[in-house]
């Protein structure tokens, strides 16, 4: 029933200004990259995936990226770190960056936006919310 349930919500999510948007999520978790995967996709998201911040980097060669999704904690590069980067890069300064993470700390928060994040969400997520940040920064 849940899946039923989650699948309508999505149906019922979907926007035509979805279609064709590309968002890198980028999270060393196997089971969140493959959640969020399933809700970015089925609300009508082109989607990228990277396994940490290093592994994300690649993405930023030129290639069209309406936003970034990253987690905090991860190997290699974090995701401060890697929104640090990003934020070099004049291609993409200026992308929406939402920070996907454990951490409700307020200097945690406040130090993802002072390395550029638009803003963040705590997991676990609820699928709506998720999509409701999206929609919201992505305008």
Known sequence: ???????????????????????????????????VSFTLENAGYEVIVGIDGQDALKYFDGRHIDLLLTDLHMPNMNGIELIREVR????????????????SQRDKKMEAKEAGAT???????VPAKLLAAINKVMR
Do not use: C, H
Request: aromatic share 10%; glycine share 4%.
């Open 88 to 103: 070099k890069l004049d291609a993409y300064a200026r992308i929406p960056i939402l920070f996907l993470t454990t951490e």
């Open 119 to 125: 803003g963040w969400i705590i997991k676990p997520f």
């Open 1 to 35: 029933m849940k899946i039923q349930a989650l699948a309508q919500l999505l149906e019922n999510y979907k926007f035509k200004n979805t279609m064709g948007k590309t968002i890198l999520i980028v999270d060393d978790s196997e089971s969140i990259r493959e959640v």
